[in-house]
């Protein structure tokens, strides 16, 4: 044992700067991993920890539709334990450079934690103070843009009474405010889960405002109750109905985070964890490398120390030992680079969510992770120990390559290249070397795959259900004529469908239906799954309504129109529709009429026929007035849409792995070599050649790596976007550019070439004096 200790004394001393920059790459590759790790886990747990931070989700919210906030009778309630409000009002700030009234915003008046923020820049009003308030971050943009604005100053504001809302005159030119006008003050900038499912600009004022300013319009109020254990929602709901302005009011879901967004963060984590799995894997093999370089035994040493009675155990536990002190050199660096990295999570708009912000240790996973890391380092040095126990043989069946690239008449630095890809110094294969980038690689062109595919979705219609060239109507109100039968005969149309959209409760579950009766060219909603519905006992479902509701092509469900009438329904299909996605359902608009007698069909969806004039829409949106922003994009393509950054940032991180790993084996591979390149020179080989040898060895490798790494890549992405396409029930297909693969091989070798170029001229300084060294 002391000889073996003193033999591990001297190896550290001798080789202290390597082992030092062994110790520094791994703890980097392995913080890499580790971090990754953590920040999967800090993504995943930040909706349920934003709740947390903003007093959790109430039971549910009442939408009180108009009238004198119902907040504190609904907090006196039985049953009820808490109750917070945030109400509509119909303020606006006046624009400081010309007067007129900044309509962009939508003005609120409560409780900010009501609408669940949190603090970005500055703090919540005072509850006291009644001309205070907040902007989300969308609002600060603008009013920084538009007037230079920061936190703490002071904005006119300018109000509708309730009598102009009731009467909907804060809409004609012809009236304008009828309240005071006051000053308020910008105290701080919010941000919120609300903010990732909706863009819009939005503004609080504080939860004294009210009491301050009783003549202000309240448009609509949102009640967030919180009930005590045991209490029964439905009298709760009752007791508000017989309330004064509480008799149209209805609850809805109280949620801090709501399902879309939930849905969102899950999309993200679910590639996080792949992405981290492939690089804890792709780590995990190039760390094995290193460790084995760093400690291997020379022939000759190996040769002496088996002479004088050493044992092969021995040799496992001096190795097992050397890497063990790189080890903990590593777990130093991987644990700070973990805490940094850590202050990037959650990524992009996924922000949203976290309640503190900034470096976080996850103790857990870091500890973990450190523990598997050293583990893999050890395990490393101990088989290095292992394989110098024995003679190394030399299988000829891997050189069969260098041997084809030989036989083929190809240059001799291209042939001693070859030769040295396909064996390692003293014989060995180099199988986990390439192995490592392939994963690497292929790590790299998934999330690429991913990311593009991603922002695919988000910017082609066809694939969330708008199968059609143009839709026209307003969904907003009832036709009050028929709209369909005026367009059916035109020339310029090979496909028209009258439709409406509405909401039916499906087995218990509010959903959002699309309602259609194709007149002519068969223009349905995509079915993924069976067929558009087509009788009138029929429905289609989107994947996600079907798996919420544990339902199938051919099960019967139950629906329930808006005034109850109940029918049972066939599902017949797995269907996509423009306004919901996966999220929604569809029926022929007869089916739907027997439900809701009140319907009509007020939207009209076209295809033009071939040779259609540009203008051929002109004629029908001339009598069929089309609102702004007709259909809202589905909400799950909307969360998805603020995902499409996350793939480019892993696969940034995969590409920085692969770069540090490669900058330490090109060098570490010619020292490695040094006598093969003294025999070389012996031969009479001159510098050009070989710094040639190792170029080629370079682009060989890169080479191969490349056709492993990428197959699998564009393999491994397509089955992410693919498990993404299904959960969002949205039309699948992934893209895979090849134009941009071939772009990203080209500049792997590139690369690759140039981190070779220092390794190149230290061959071409190899003298002949290097066979008279041990390696």
């Avoid at 907040?71 to 400081?96: H, N, Q, Y």
């Avoid at 857990?364 to 992770?369: A, K």
């Avoid at 035109?490 to 009766?517: H, K, M, Q, R, Y």
């Avoid at 591979?669 to 040898?693: M, Y």
């Amino acid at each position: 044992m002391t000889a073996l200790t003193l033999r591990v004394h001297v190896w550290v001393r001798r080789h202290l700067r390597p082992l030092l920059m062994t110790g520094f790459l791994i703890g980097i590759i392995g913080g890499l991993a580790i971090g990754l790790a953590a920040g999967t886990q800090r993504t995943g747990s930040a909706p349920d920890r934003f709740t947390t931070a903003v007093g959790g989700d109430a039971d549910f919210v009442i939408v009180q539709l108009g009238g004198t906030p119902l907040t504190d009778e609904i907090d006196k309630l039985p049953g009820v334990s808490e109750a917070r409000s945030i109400a509509f009002v119909t303020s606006f700030l006046v624009s400081p450079t010309d007067g007129s009234l900044v309509f962009e915003p939508n003005p609120f008046a409560g409780d900010g934690l009501t609408v669940r923020s949190k603090v970005v820049d500055g703090r919540f009003p005072d509850p006291s103070v009644a001309d205070e308030f907040t902007v989300n971050v969308a609002l600060a943009r603008y009013l920084a843009d538009q007037f230079g604005t920061r936190v703490g100053d002071l904005f006119q504001v300018r109000s509708f009474d309730q009598q102009q809302v009731d009467t909907n005159a804060f809409d004609d030119p012809t009236f304008g405010p009828a309240v005071p006008p006051f000053s308020a003050t910008l105290v701080g900038i919010t941000e919120g889960p609300g903010d990732f499912d909706d863009l819009s600009k939005a503004l609080v004022f504080s939860p004294a405002f009210l009491k301050a300013h009783p003549t202000v319009g309240v448009a609509q109020t949102l009640v967030g109750v919180y009930l005590d254990d045991g209490a029964d929602a439905s009298s709760v709901i009752d007791a508000v109905h017989a309330m004064p302005s509480g008799a149209g009011a209805y609850p809805v879901d109280g949620s801090v985070v709501s399902p879309a967004s939930r849905r969102a963060v899950r999309f993200q984590v679910t590639a996080l964890w792949i992405v981290s799995s492939v690089a804890a894997l792709a780590g995990a093999i190039v760390v094995l490398q290193l460790v084995s370089r760093m400690v291997s035994v020379a022939d000759g040493e190996r040769s002496s120390l088996i002479a004088l009675g050493w044992q092969p155990r021995d040799l496992v536990t001096e190795r097992a030992i050397e890497a063990a002190v790189a080890a903990m050199i590593a777990a130093a660096v991987a644990a700070v680079t973990a805490y940094a990295l850590s202050s990037v999570f959650p990524l992009g708009a996924l922000r949203t969510f976290e309640p503190h912000t900034g470096r976080s240790m996850d103790w857990v996973i870091v500890l973990g992770g450190l523990v598997a890391l050293s583990a893999v380092a050890i395990g490393g040095g101990a088989l290095a120990g292992r394989r110098s126990g024995g003679l190394v043989t030399r299988d000829r069946s891997s050189g069969r390559l260098a041997d084809v690239i030989a036989a083929s008449g190809a240059s001799m630095p291209l042939a001693i290249g070859a030769r040295m890809v396909t064996y390692s110094a003293g014989g060995r294969r180099w199988h986990r070397l390439y192995i490592a980038g392939a994963v690497g690689m292929a790590g790299v062109v998934g999330s690429w795959v991913v990311g593009l595919s991603l922002t695919t979705i988000a910017d082609h219609p066809a694939r969330w259900g708008v199968n059609y060239d143009a839709l026209f109507g307003n969904p907003y109100v009832s036709a009050d004529q028929d709209i369909v039968t005026p367009i059916a005969d035109n020339p310029d149309v090979a496909a028209l469908t009258g439709a409406t959209i509405g909401s039916l409760n499906i087995d218990g579950e509010d959903t959002a239906l699309f309602a259609f009766d194709a007149v002519r060219g068969g223009l349905v909603p995509t079915a993924l799954e069976g067929r558009a519905p087509s009788g009138s006992d029929e429905i289609g479902l989107g994947a996600e309504v079907a798996r919420h509701l544990h339902v199938g092509i051919g099960d019967e469900v139950a629906a329930v129109g808006p005034t109850g009438e109940s029918r049972s329904f066939q599902v017949v299909g797995i269907t996509v529709t423009p306004d919901a996605g996966g999220a929604g359902s569809t029926m022929t608009f007869p089916a739907f009429l027997a439900l809701n007698p009140t319907a009509s069909q007020n939207l009209l969806i076209v295809n033009y026929g071939p040779g259609a004039p540009a203008a051929a829409g002109d004629a029908i949106s001339a009598v069929n007035f089309s609102p702004p922003g007709l259909l809202n994009t589905p909400v799950s393509v909307r969360a998805l849409e603020r995902v499409t950054a996350a793939p480019y940032l892993l696969a940034i991180v995969l590409l920085t792995l692969l770069v540090v790993a490669s900058a330490y084996l090109l060098p570490a591979s010619v020292r490695a070599r040094r006598q093969e390149l003294g025999v070389l020179r012996a031969l009479g080989c001159d510098g050009r050649q070989l710094r040639a040898i190792i170029h080629w060895q370079t682009i060989l490798a890169s080479a191969l790596v490349l056709l492993l790494g990428i197959p699998a890549g564009i393999v491994a992405g397509r089955w992410v976007v693919g498990r993404l396409t299904h959960t969002l029930g949205i039309v699948p297909g992934a893209t895979v550019p090849l134009s941009l693969l071939v772009s990203m091989a080209v500049a792997v070798v590139v690369v690759a070439n140039v981190l070779a170029v220092i390794p190149a001229r230290q061959a071409a300084r190899t003298a002949t004096t290097s066979l008279q060294r041990d390696r």
